[in-house]
């Protein structure tokens, strides 16, 4: 497994690049041009900067997350096909410093959803936390504006949502969730080939939670999605992001057994604990198994039995030690997951030299 580790980029991370570097083992950087809208072509110039910062502290660039796709690409219109043009000039630009898996989601509107990004735990950390009946009537302004006064902005969560939302809650009125399955399989047979031109991987994300929400049809749930989703393209361009926070949030969601199943189509391993109470809600937790519902030792060691070689990151981390962070993207947390997977790893490879003695 090659470790890497988000970065939101200069000024715009409480986490420095110098601090990323003294994490054992992190080879590289997973980033994206936050600052560009759904849409928007990259401009070469601006991927190239951020291959400079990269340089100085010896990062690869190999993973992209997100270049995210514009609504109207989701909801079919007219207008997609420039959309998808300004898709594959990114995927060019992108390859110009050496990316090899772009990762990207294709929930309606939004992004990751939650209730409370403060949440506290009874070890006086606080979490992202998911209150299901606080979803159902929620304004999800209310949320642009939680995560706008954190100071930060959040990828599918950005203040200029809020000029859009009422238009894009109207048009998807007329986009069921099969309408969204044939509008991603549409953007794929266009961006794929392009994709394999440059020897990069298209890795999407689930949905976070994996299910339909403020009644916007979410597709990318379950096992038999991502079986349908696979089977769109053989194309050896065509891979998935397991992100075990986002799936294992719906606990019949087997996440090893995915892992065993799809492993030669994961191109980008994301390892996240949740706790699932009995209402459905659920809160991040620590790495650890025991602290969430998530399996993540068996999720490690579903990885290192498939000999997994793909990217992978500890994706979300609580807030610890009074860290002021970005939601969910703290230092310390996801340092100490780092560490909890390579733990997991070397311990999984420590057994395999022993039995093969
Ligand atoms: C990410 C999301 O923060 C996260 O957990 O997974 O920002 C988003 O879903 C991914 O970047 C995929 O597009
Ligand atoms: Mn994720």
């Known amino acids: 497994m090659r470790m890497t580790f988000r970065w939101y980029g200069e000024n715009n991370d409480s986490v420095s690049l110098k601090h990323i570097k003294q994490i054992p083992g992190v080879e590289g950087l997973v980033w994206a041009l936050h600052h560009r809208s759904a849409g928007e072509v990259w401009p070469l110039e601006e991927v190239l900067e951020v291959k400079k910062q990269a340089d100085k502290y010896g990062f690869h660039l190999d993973v992209v997350e997100s270049i995210n796709v514009h609504e109207d690409i989701k909801l079919g219109k007219e207008s997609r096909d420039q959309y998808i043009d300004n898709y594959k000039e990114s995927i060019r630009h992108v390859a110009a410093v050496g990316a090899k898996v772009i990762c990207f989601n294709f929930m309606p509107v939004f992004d990751w959803t939650r209730t409370d990004l403060y949440k506290e735990l009874e070890d006086g950390s606080t979490a992202l936390f998911y209150e299901t009946s606080k979803v159902n009537q929620m304004d999800p302004t209310e949320l642009i504006k939680q995560i706008t006064n954190s100071g930060y ?205």
């Open 153 to 357: 902005t959040m990828p599918g969560w950005e203040p200029e949502r809020l000029k859009t939302i009422k238009n894009s809650f109207k048009a998807y009125e007329e986009v069921d969730e099969e309408q969204l399955w044939i509008n991603l399989e549409y953007f794929l047979n266009e961006v794929l080939p392009v994709a394999e031109e440059e020897d990069i991987k298209l890795a999407i994300h689930p949905d976070d939670p994996p299910w339909p929400v403020f009644n916007l049809p979410r597709i990318i749930t379950n096992e038999r999605a991502v079986e349908r989703y696979l089977a769109i393209s053989d194309s050896p361009s065509h891979c998935l992001t397991l992100c075990s926070g986002s799936l294992g949030a719906n606990p019949n969601n087997d996440i090893p057994g995915i892992i065993r199943r799809f492993h030669n189509r994961i191109a980008f391993a994301h390892v996240r604990n949740v706790r699932i109470y009995d209402n459905g809600d659920f809160i991040e937790t620590s790495h650890r198994t025991k602290d969430g519902s998530v399996p993540i030792d068996e999720i490690v060691k579903a990885y290192h039995d498939t000999e997994f070689k793909g990217y992978i990151r500890p994706d979300h981390g609580r807030h610890l030690w009074n860290e002021e962070c970005r939601p969910g993207y703290g230092l310390y947390d996801r340092a100490l997951g780092v560490m909890h997977l390579w733990g997991l790893w070397d311990a999984y490879e420590l057994v395999k030299q022993e039995r093969s003695e």
